[in-house]
């Protein structure tokens, strides 16, 4: 069974830094894309970036990039997504999810539980 | 980027209905678009890929059509646990987007 598990909620200060975290699990981590997705407080769904664990070839959307930063540790099957100085409109529920190839052909066909985020003084 | 268009926004139907939720994007998209359905406190769940492929699992009741710019979800006999709000996503060209969600009562 392909499962997804995300690092739990976190609280943190306006500047402070972050990383949270998604493991993969009864499939190929390497082949297999995995995509981030912010749905902030009562709103939709947005398309963060991408990252293909097997090279590290990361797609962002212009909306985050230079916000956030995409990774993968191949080695613990572990995708992670990355801020380094986190603002209060990060505040927001972040699900990670599994997009097998051929390229977005199978759109997102597994997603994690989601981590909550938020950023208070 | 390419922008998905998703009506309606809200959608109140009953026990039994057909209800069309539709997509339209702004540019092709060789029909790579897929279907979620969230459940209020749960993770999105893939309903259908590429258009019109039923994903393991999902009720025969869904179904997906479409092609180049236009798409449809359509769910037949509505139940109970068909609650939620439902998003298309088009993956063909990055930034991948999803439509805005409709909402759906029951």
């Known amino acids: 069974e392909v499962r997804l598990v995300q690092s739990g909620a976190a609280v943190k200060r306006p500047g402070e830094s972050l990383r949270i975290s998604c493991q993969g699990s009864g499939y190929n981590f390497n082949n297999y894309w995995i995509a981030w997705v912010r749905q902030m407080p009562g709103k939709g769904l947005e398309w963060m970036g991408i990252?293909?664990?097997?090279?590290?070839?990361?797609k962002y959307s212009p909306s985050f990039e230079g916000q956030v930063t995409i990774s993968v540790d191949k080695s613990i099957s572990t995708a992670y997504l990355q801020w380094r100085g986190l603002e209060a409109s990060d505040t927001a529920m972040y699900y990670c999810?599994?997009?097998?190839?051929?390229?977005?052909?199978?759109?997102?066909?597994?997603w994690g539980q989601g981590t909550t985020v938020t950023v208070s003084s | 980027d390419i922008q998905m268009t998703q009506s309606p926004s809200s959608l109140s139907a009953s026990i039994g209905d057909r209800v069309t939720i539709t997509c339209r994007a702004s540019q092709t998209i060789n029909n790579y678009l897929s279907w979620y359905q969230q459940i209020p406190g749960r993770a999105p769940k893939l309903l259908i890929c590429?258009?019109?492929n039923l994903q393991s699992g999902v009720p025969p009741r869904f179904s997906g059509s479409g092609s180049g710019t236009d798409f449809a979800l359509t769910i037949t006999s509505l139940q109970p646990e068909d609650f939620g709000t439902y998003y298309c996503l088009q993956s063909y060209s990055p930034p991948w987007t999803f439509g805005q969600g409709t909402r759906l009562e029951i």
């Open positions: 999810a599994t997009s097998r190839p051929p390229w977005g052909y199978y759109g997102m066909d597994v």
């Open positions: 990252i293909f664990p097997g090279d590290s070839d990361t």
């Open positions: 590429s258009t019109s």
